[in-house]
Structure formats: structure tokens, C-alpha cells
């Protein structure tokens, strides 16, 4: 026969945290305490793991502004390096009007800039230069980055799902519009008026 073993934690009329086991007589205290204590360490490993997501989403992000802005330096492509300078200035500039706009509060609750989500926004900026100015060979790999940097946002408990595609789509916008293909032949110029806007489209033969 199972005997349930039943947890109870809670705050006592002095504001004291108390808790408590039921479990079957055969049970020793040290095992009752050591059940105790693990439920009461339970929040705090969840925030360990929280701030182990953020770290990485972290590092993951500045991984790919290194590389947007390092593989353009080590091949002496001074004009991609200015595209995705450009393209990640323009999608955290987007993030940051965003944010102070909505004021959405995080999962977490420590702040309300949880939408877009700027990790993810960077993150797919730099992504997109790299794939639009050196093709799939650079960019699926990125894509790869920035997608986890997304998913560790939301694993850490400082973004929705909707604050993450937001971001995606708002890197991808702006990587897309601000670099070109590296292949001088053809060039792509985004352009605007008040009656609308379009991409004007140069061949040189």
C-alpha cells in the first residue's frame, strides 16, 4: 500500500513562514525534514534556472552582434559592416519606442518593457544582415542563434511568445531593409515619399 506524503507551507499569525509533513509513522524525522526543505528550495532552483536562461539568451545575442559586425571587419567589407550596424541600431531604436509605448509587464513582473522583446529583435537583426549580405551558408546558422536566443526569453520568464515573434519580425524588417546582397552587380535601395514607397532596383553589367 502507498502512503501519501503531503507538504504544507505557510505563514503564521506572527508573519513567520511554517511548515509541516504528513506522511505514514514509519517515516524518521530526518527524512520528514529532508522532504521539507526540498519543497522550500523548489522556488529558488526555479530562479536559478530563470537567470541561467537570461545569462544565455544573453551571451547568445552578443555571440551574433560579434559576428554582424566581425565578419563583415575580417573580410574588409567596411560597407556590410555599416548595413549591420545599421540594421541592429534601427531594430533596438524600434524596440526601444515600442516599449515605452505598451508597457507591457513581464512574466517575472520585475518591469513593464516586456514587449517587444529586444534580445530577440537584436538577435535577428544581425541574423538577417548576415544571411541577405553573404547568403544561407552564414545565415542559417544565425538564424539558428537567434531562434534560441527567442526560446531562452521566454524560458526565462522575461518575455511572452508574442514579445519574442514581435522581436523576430521587427530584426527581420529591419535587417532586410537596411543591408544588400554583397554582389555589387545588383542593388537594392529602399526608398519613401508621402504617396508611398518601394525598393528601386539597380543592375550594373
Do not use: C
Amino acid at each position: 500500500m502507498i502512503h501519501p506524503v503531503v507538504a504544507t507551507i505557510g505563514v503564521d499569525e506572527r508573519g513567520g513562514i511554517k511548515h509541516g509533513l504528513n506522511g505514514p509513522r514509519g517515516m524518521t524525522r530526518h527524512a520528514r525534514y529532508l522532504i521539507a526543505t526540498s519543497a522550500l528550495l523548489l522556488p529558488a532552483t526555479a530562479q536559478a534556472r530563470d537567470r541561467d536562461w537570461d545569462r544565455a539568451s544573453g551571451i547568445a545575442r552578443d555571440t551574433l552582434v560579434a559576428a554582424a559586425l566581425g565578419v563583415p571587419a575580417v573580410q574588409g567589407d567596411w560597407r556590410g559592416d555599416a548595413m549591420a550596424a545599421g540594421s541592429m541600431a534601427a531594430a533596438g531604436a524600434t524596440t526601444f519606442v515600442l516599449k515605452e509605448l505598451v508597457h507591457e509587464r513581464r512574466p517575472d513582473r520585475s518591469d513593464d518593457r516586456s514587449f517587444p522583446s529586444g534580445h530577440t529583435s537584436i538577435s535577428f537583426a544581425a541574423a538577417t544582415t548576415l544571411e541577405k549580405r553573404y547568403g544561407w551558408q552564414a545565415g542559417l546558422p544565425a538564424y539558428a542563434v537567434a531562434t534560441f536566443v527567442g526560446a531562452a526569453r521566454v524560458a526565462a520568464s522575461k518575455h511572452y511568445v508574442h514579445d519574442v515573434l514581435a522581436g523576430a519580425g521587427i530584426g527581420i524588417v529591419s535587417g532586410m531593409l537596411l543591408t544588400a546582397s554583397r554582389d555589387d552587380r545588383v542593388r537594392l535601395t529602399p526608398w519613401s515619399a508621402r504617396g508611398g514607397g518601394g525598393v528601386d532596383v539597380a543592375f550594373r553589367f
